[in-house]
């Protein structure tokens, strides 16, 4: 008889945990609130579980996310103590890790007191530092590595790790996916006629301030490359001299001159051999 009872006894101890986790009837889901970037090629943001763990948990509790592929979810078991925690590297070979450990203090039912502005969101892949600190802390939050689909779900553990209740795993979450530059269509006749229209019109303006461009300089270099001439110039030979009005000299006196010979002037030289 005492077989059968020691059997009863393991079978009671490796049970009860399972019987003890209770599931708690929430789905995590991408936040409803109107953000840029709720998801990206490395991140997405989840709504915090507010007011959904409370009367599941102590204030002693922490509550972890666990975060997987989509088709590795099944395979995941609750750790048992907090050294099987598995940490974000083990993403890549066991397709799941733990991440995001919070408090009931930090998942109030109520917006905190003073009104934040700031979304209450969980940011999933949002500590880029993980990558380059090789003493990272085993719950860090890091990038995540491909486009996924990724199912995430809440674990609350006690002090000692063990697990105290879930939620339920999330529908399938996706990244965005980046294209390359070849496979980028840049033929104009798959384009519709509103950028049609707008890239006519800007070309035509883009000629015209070209052609007033070259207008402006065109008659700037000209001035500078053939100068205007002086008015009222003299030319004899190849001697230029200005005429000079004498309205001091009377008329009597101005008429007795010979040609070429001002008071104040020295003579013209002549020009016949």
Partial sequence: MGLPWLLLFVVLVWVQPCRGLELIPYTPQITAWDLEGKVTATTFSLEQPRCVLD?????????????????ASRDFQNPQTLAEIP???????DGHYMTLPLTLDQLPCEDPVGGSRRAPVLRVGNDTSCLADFHQPPYCNAPLPSPG?????????DPRGSPQAETRWSDPIALHQGKSPGSIDTWPGRR????????????SLAGLLLLA???????RFSSLWWPEEAPEQLRIGSFMGKRY??????????????????????????LSP
Avoid at 213 to 219: D, E, G, I, P, Y
């Fill in 55 to 71: 009367g599941h948990a102590s204030a002693a509790n922490t509550v972890w996310l666990v975060v997987a592929f989509s088709n």
């Fill in 87 to 93: 940490a974000s590297p083990r993403l890549l070979t």
């Fill in 149 to 157: 689909p990724y199912r995430v779900k809440f674990l609350l553990l």
């Fill in 192 to 203: 519709n006629g509103d950028m049609i229209v707008i890239t006519s019109i800007l070309s």
């Fill in 213 to 219: 461009f070259l207008a402006a300089s065109t008659t």
């Fill in 245 to 270: 009005m004498t309205h001091h000299i009377p008329p009597s006196e101005a008429a007795t001159l010979p040609v070429g010979c001002e008071p104040g002037l020295e003579p013209l030289p002549s």
